[in-house]
């Protein structure tokens, strides 16, 4: 089920294939690991400004994210990095509560991981077996509707306008996790579709919202809020839902202010505003907001100004996260955060929704919903079931 490391450590089976969310299409079966940097609460320091530093010490400068890029795929040199940050790392970044402990504390906050190109690619990883337990949930539905009925009165005191709260679930498995988690990369609407693994832990990722991309010099942010059943029905109620377009439009105008941080003067816009997609068999409203990076703006900046990603917190930002501590029950883990590529001249950062991470024992998923006062509690479970079943589905090989 596990390898031994040679220093003794349980770890996991790494893949020899490279699938990080968000590499080069062209790249992806090519990629060999050249350095890694993780981070957790004991390292001390300033994680942002690690990762910068990292990266630059690797040759994958990225301290001013409006100059041009030149090319940095020489032989032998850098291709990109997988960059990796959790919800938790996200708040501390914020200056506010991590909130509950990590489920899975064999995952780092911060993940960095460069790579080069191999010549010849490395071999298709072979699969194992595998077996998923049941599931044991991390609250009952009474007490998830009792959340969101405490977030509803945080509301009517006027202490936030909206907060998302998340539920978590876990399995002990046996065999091989890897194919598993390799599978929810192939969910429909899956953009951010792949994996990253270390030593005693893996996360498998099918987001399909943009936490922030960069590339030729203009950031771009498309925040998902608003869930339908996948059908006709759906689709005419969702787009004339006034509760879900107020949900929507308060979580744009955070991540235009977010933008804002980071933008030259004037140039901060909407460029689409509650577009209905498709994930699986779900309809979610997706808006893009851009804008053109400043001067001197370096990847540290950019994730002090964007995570956690506002369609995971609330409005506004710092009290949703208060909330958030005080009311969920064990901490988001590796959901709920950023995962993807970073190199000169493009940053392209899924948030981690529909995400899966395992330890050497258990497989953790995570998932839950914007809370405003318009909210029914029992359908705000209902939706937090419907976007987790076809992440447990994947997983159980269904």
């Known amino acids: 089920m596990r390898q031994i490391g040679p220093d003794g450590v349980d770890t996991l089976p790494l893949l020899t294939v490279v699938d990080a969310p968000a590499a080069p299409a062209d790249c992806r079966r090519t990629l060999v690991e050249h350095a890694r940097w993780e981070w957790r609460p004991a390292d001390g320091g300033d994680p942002?400004?690690?990762?910068?530093?990292?990266?630059?010490?690797?040759?994958?400068?990225?301290?001013?994210?409006?100059?041009?890029?030149t090319a940095h795929h020489g032989a032998g040199g850098p291709c990109g990095a997988a960059l990796y940050v959790s919800a938790a790392a996200g708040a501390l970044l914020a200056g506010a509560p991590t909130g509950a402990p990590t489920p899975a504390p064999a995952l780092p906050e911060v993940a960095v991981v460069v790579y080069g190109h191999a010549d010849p690619p490395p071999p298709p990883p072979a699969g194992g077996r595998w077996r998923l337990g049941d599931w044991s949930e991390s609250w009952t539905p009474a007490a998830h509707a009792a959340a969101v009925r405490a977030v509803r009165d945080a509301i009517g005191r006027g202490d936030v306008y909206q907060v998302n709260v998340v539920g978590h679930a876990s399995a002990r498995y046996a065999g091989d996790p890897l194919p598993a988690l390799a599978r929810l990369g192939a969910l429909p609407g899956a953009r951010y579709g792949g994996t990253l693994t270390g030593a005693g832990w893996a996360i498998g990722c099918a987001s399909p919202e943009t936490l922030v991309e960069l590339s030729d010099g203009r950031l771009v942010t498309r925040p998902i809020k608003g869930t339908r059943p996948a059908t006709a029905a759906g689709a005419r109620e969702l787009l004339a839902s006034a509760k879900e377009r107020a949900e929507h439009v308060m979580i744009v105008d955070l991540e235009r202010n977010d933008l804002a941080r980071l933008a030259r003067t004037g140039t901060v816009r909407v460029d689409e505003l509650f577009a209905v997609r498709r994930w699986c068999d779900l309809w979610q409203a997706e808006s893009t907001v851009s804008a053109a990076v400043a001067d001197g703006i370096g990847l540290a900046d950019l994730l002090r100004a964007v995570c956690p990603g506002g369609s995971v917190t609330g409005a506004p930002k710092r009290a949703a996260l208060d909330r958030i501590a005080a009311l969920e029950l064990?901490?988001?883990?590796?959901?709920?955060?950023?995962?993807?590529?970073?190199a000169p001249g493009r940053i392209d950062l899924?948030?981690?929704?529909?995400?899966?991470?395992?330890?050497?024992?258990?497989?953790?998923?995570?998932?839950?919903?914007?809370?405003?006062?318009?909210?029914?509690?029992?359908?705000?479970?209902?939706?937090?079931?419907?976007?987790?079943?076809?992440?447990r589905a994947a997983l159980s090989g269904r």
């Not at 530093?53 to 041009?68: K, M, S, T």
């Not at 929704?353 to 209902?382: F, K, L, M, N």
Request: proline letters at 5%; glycine letters at 14%; a negative charge.
């Open 48 to 69: 942002a400004t690690g990762a910068q530093e990292f990266l630059a010490a690797h040759g994958l400068p990225l301290d001013d994210l409006a100059r041009p890029a």
């Open 330 to 342: 064990v901490g988001r883990g590796a959901s709920m955060g950023a995962l993807g590529w970073v």
């Open 350 to 391: 899924g948030l981690t929704i529909r995400t899966a991470a395992v330890d050497a024992q258990r497989v953790h998923v995570w998932a839950g919903g914007g809370i405003t006062w318009g909210s029914d509690p029992d359908a705000e479970v209902a939706e937090a079931a419907a976007k987790s079943a076809p992440v």
